[in-house]
């Protein structure tokens, strides 16, 4: 669908000003203006949300009225619609516009969207760019989360685990492996390591016996997943650029 007539800028005031109704479905009663002024308000409400477009609205609208030759529309009253984009007469076809395109977004997406123009998004501004804007937020947004440490939890996970990261030992937390080591018996003595049934490990220290098993492939799998340091790879996905937090939303700065 190719929306006329909306810059970037101000499709995120409507994406705000549709927030603030959000959960309301908008509807309009549609009478005409020749009826009233014989004395009647018949008409009917009219759900928005079962139109695709401004021009099907008015046609129903039409068909609704089709005992006047030639009806002039008079929106008496409305629910679910931002004021200032509707009045007596008129309904904004920018808030029609994107109604039809996230009408099955719930308000966390709305609220993420809101986000995405307001912090990520650089558009030219042209007329058909709300429909690229839509498809940058659908590629880069990637939900809800407490923390970006959560984030990086799931994102780790969907990699297959932290050996398939780049870097890996870098967030793997070697103190607290060496803590546990000692509890297993491992101990460093005059220079040396030793296992657990007291033999020399070839190494002379914890660390260097650490690196050597992260080399050769020792340390993967559970192991690598129980000492990996999400929280601290999330914050440097984050500070790296790579993605963006924010109200608990995360966003992927390379859509």
Do not use: C
């Amino acid at each position: 669908m190719r929306v006329s007539g909306i810059s970037n800028k101000g499709f995120s005031r409507i994406a705000q000003r549709v927030s603030k109704t959000a959960g309301t479905e908008p509807r309009v009663y549609v009478g005409t203006y020749g009826k009233y002024n014989s004395g009647s308000i018949d008409g009917a409400w009219l759900d928005l949300s079962d139109y695709s477009s401004l021009e099907e609205f008015y046609e129903a609208a039409r068909e609704l009225h089709k005992d006047e030759e030639d009806p002039e529309f008079m929106f008496q009253d409305h629910e679910g619609i931002p004021e200032g984009m509707i009045s007596e007469s008129h309904i904004d076809p920018a808030f029609f516009d994107f109604l039809a395109q996230t009408s099955d977004w719930d308000d966390e997406q709305r609220e993420a969207f809101d986000i995405f123009m307001e912090y990520m998004w650089s558009g030219s501004g042209e007329p058909d760019d709300v429909t690229n804007a839509l498809t940058a937020f659908e590629d880069s947004y990637r939900g809800v989360y407490n923390s970006m440490e959560d984030y990086a939890l799931e994102f780790v996970e969907d990699m297959g685990g932290p050996e398939n990261i780049s870097n890996p030992e870098f967030y793997f937390d070697y103190e607290q492996f060496g803590r546990d080591l000692g509890f297993d018996g491992y101990y460093e003595e005059e220079g040396s390591v030793y296992d657990q049934d007291g033999e020399e490990t070839g190494y002379s220290t914890i660390e260097e016996m650490i690196d050597s098993w992260m080399d050769d492939g020792v340390i993967a799998g559970e192991t690598m997943s129980r000492y990996f340091d999400y929280e601290k790879f999330g914050r440097d996905l984050e500070l790296g650029g790579d993605m963006y937090f924010r109200n608990g939303h995360v966003f992927d700065n390379n859509y």
